[in-house]
């Protein structure tokens, strides 16, 4: 008797930025950059003839995630905690953050950078 089963393997797909692309405007072979976005460094390919870039297809995800939590009004509650106050981040948010970073750190940072506007960051930054 012969068996049905067959024993899966993963198969990881290569990237298509680490293969030659020609740009189907003037056919010249596309180079590898960066683009700066939204506060992202996207990955990008652009032609040297033309101009034309394309997006890499992950990062091109990553930037349309946060263009839609970045026009996402939140409403949260604030806390007295003992002497202190705490605010409830919503899960989307760190949900979003965890998956840019691979892990997030428990100690966020904090400016008040105008009367009535509180900034949280999730690293830290050189302040002004």
């Not at 990955?43 to 970045?70: T, V, W």
């Amino acid at each position: 008797m012969k068996c049905i089963h067959i024993g899966y393997t993963k198969i990881k797909m290569s990237d298509i930025f680490n293969a030659k692309v020609l740009c189907d405007g003037c056919n010249t072979r596309m180079e590898k950059t960066s683009i700066l976005r939204n506060g992202f460094n996207v990955r990008a390919l652009e032609c040297p003839g033309c101009g034309k870039n394309y997006l890499h297809p992950e990062d091109e995800y990553k930037l349309e995630q946060f263009s839609k939590l970045r026009n996402k009004h939140f409403q949260v509650k604030l806390r007295i905690v003992g002497n202190s106050y705490t605010v409830s981040i919503p899960r989307e948010i760190i949900d979003y953050q965890d998956e840019i970073q691979k892990r997030l750190n428990k100690m966020l940072f904090m400016a008040l950078e105008e009367p009535e506007k509180l900034s949280i960051f999730f690293r830290k930054r050189v302040f002004e």
